[in-house]
């Protein structure tokens, strides 16, 4: 079986300081995993996805992820906020393998919150 | 290209009431999955429909149910709406990398 935990939901940090927002996974097959953000009142957005090649990935707006199979997480990290940030982040997993590609697993969420 | 639309944006209804919710992937994208974003209970995966056929289901009672057209397009209904049904409800296409998804902005679903 497959899922996710995200370890804070609720994060707050000034704007210009580093975000990091932590997730840990579940799965007995080779993982594909997304961090989604949504914004108020909108749809989910795709920020970055690994999918079994390089274990530190980098996505959209300066967010990036590192894959730890040791340690099962897959942190989203940016290295200075902006006001925009602020939002809902999901930690996402899917499982790669034949037949199983209809279900993305979400964590609860972390809302970040940027101080200014 | 626009992405994945999704109609209505807001729908209110009664208890016992049913709804009918439609989505619209990119020209030529096969497969069509709903999710449902309760408060306090998170986004949880509810059908997958590619190629017209249902190909999974998540864990929601039959009277959610759904269908994808030939044009791809899918509708998701919801038969003696309960209080709890209250959410939003996403639509989603797959991604060119065939695992991810990209979402529609949903439908508020409100009832009363």
């Known amino acids: 079986a497959q899922s996710v935990t995200q370890l804070d939901s609720h994060v707050s940090v000034s704007e210009g300081t580093p975000v990091l927002l932590r997730c840990n996974y579940s799965s007995s097959y080779s993982p594909s995993l997304f961090w989604y953000v949504q914004h108020p009142n909108k749809g989910l957005q795709l920020l970055l996805k690994y999918t079994s090649a390089a274990t530190l990935v980098k996505g959209i707006n300066g967010f990036e992820a590192e894959f730890k199979k040791s340690e099962t997480s897959f942190h989203l990290t940016k290295p200075s906020a902006h006001m925009s940030d602020a939002a809902e982040y999901f930690c996402?997993?899917?499982?790669?393998?034949?037949?199983?590609?209809?279900?993305?697993?979400f964590g609860q969420g972390t809302t970040l919150q940027v101080k200014p | 290209e626009a992405g994945v639309t999704q109609s209505p944006t807001h729908l209110i209804k009664t208890r016992g009431q049913q709804a009918t919710l439609r989505c619209s992937p990119i020209?030529?994208?096969?497969?069509v999955y709903w999710y449902q974003q309760a408060l306090g209970l998170g986004l949880q995966f509810l059908l997958w429909?590619?190629?017209?056929?249902?190909?999974n289901r998540g864990n929601f009672p039959p009277r959610f149910s759904g269908r994808q057209f030939p044009n791809y397009s899918s509708e998701l209904n919801v038969n003696a709406l309960e209080l709890e049904d209250s959410a939003l409800y996403l639509c989603?296409?797959?991604?060119?990398?065939?695992?991810?998804?990209?979402f529609g902005p949903g439908t508020r679903l409100t009832v009363l």
């Open positions: 020209s030529g994208h096969t497969s």
């Open positions: 429909y590619d190629e017209g056929e249902e190909r």
């Open positions: 989603a296409e797959r991604g060119p990398g065939y695992n991810e998804q990209f």
């Open positions: 996402v997993v899917t499982q790669v393998a034949s037949g199983n590609t209809g279900k993305l697993i």
